[in-house]
């Protein structure tokens, strides 16, 4: 196994693209959010510079229209008022010229024109009182539609710039693996290693046919590379959980114990690599001499 730190991450990038700025270098502490890594994102500003032109123009445009619907409404308000004005002097007219012809002051066709132009009124204001005021709102709710349609486009651009500026996942120490600026990496790229936490842990490859055997609270002996010879140092601690997942390499199957692990004064960098013996029960020994059960 290996000596890491209880918080760790991998830093790729999540977009294939061509580095523009390094901003982090081994050994150095970083927060979460801190930008590692720029990739080159002209084309990504261009477009979001795009999306946003385009937005401001489709909420000037509703914003125009907004204000000739309004007047058009106040208009056919306006007009149904005057209609409506009109069609009860035409009514006060018709009653006096009627009076008027029934002492045979006026003609019959003064009656008649005054009829007339009452009928005409009375038509206007129907009219007008039916026209179909949904047609604005209709058009408003295509324009607040396409509206929305922009702000998706300008979201969507922003995150395809976000995602030009590689940020540490976990706050720690970094260690930045080799790739110079003017480099195309991916997501299959690893940039960076980040150890963060405050303790240091041990993880231990248990083969898969031994895995059954172990379990949380089971102590282990360790010793690490650089502690092997002349002075072998041991390390103690415990098991603290078993990943369920299985895994593997050319050689076995295994899965990984997460152990505590102390290492006193001594500074272990995370990576130390280590050999360690998990002990999973007692033994009689003449039992195990001679393979009683």
């Keep these: 196994g290996y000596v890491t730190t209880e918080e760790y991450a991998e830093v790729r ?47 000037a445009e509703a914003a125009r229209r907004r204000v000739e619907i309004a007047g058009k409404r106040r208009e056919i308000a306006e ?56 047609l604005f709102d209709r058009e408003m709710e295509v324009l607040e539609r396409e509206i929305d349609i922009r702000h998706d486009a300008v979201r969507a651009a922003e995150m395809r710039v976000a995602n030009r500026l590689i940020r540490a996942p976990i706050g720690g120490q970094v260690l930045r693996y080799e790739f110079v600026i003017g480099e195309t990496v991916g997501p299959d790229t690893v940039l960076f290693e980040i150890f963060g936490g405050s303790r240091q842990i041990v993880k231990l490859k248990v083969a898969e046919r031994f895995a059954t055997m172990i379990a949380s609270g089971q102590r282990y002996t360790a010793v690490l590379a650089p502690y092997r010879s002349p002075r072998k140092v041991i390390f103690t601690g415990t098991v603290e959980a078993l990943r369920n997942v299985i895994q593997g390499d050319e050689r076995r ?26 002990y999973y029960g007692k033994s009689n020994l003449w039992k195990f001499i001679f393979g009683i059960d």
């Design 253 to 278: 199957t295994y899965r990984i114990a997460y152990c505590s692990f102390d290492p006193g004064a001594r500074v272990i960098p995370p990576g130390t690599t280590c050999e360690a013996r998990i």
């Design 79 to 134: 007009g149904i008022d005057v209609l409506e004005l009109r069609l009860k002097n035409a009514e006060r007219k018709l009653v006096r010229t009627r009076g008027l012809f029934d002492k045979g002051l006026v003609p019959v066709t003064e009656i008649e024109n005054m009829e007339f132009e009452l009928a005409l009124t009375a038509a206007d204001l129907v009219a007008m009182r039916g026209r179909d005021l949904t």
């Design 13 to 59: 990038s999540p977009v294939n693209g061509k580095v523009d700025g390094i901003l982090a270098v081994s050994g150095q502490e970083v927060a979460q959010g801190d930008i590692l890594v720029k990739l080159d994102s002209s084309q990504e500003l261009a477009a979001l510079a795009e999306a946003q032109g385009q937005l401001r123009m489709a909420e």
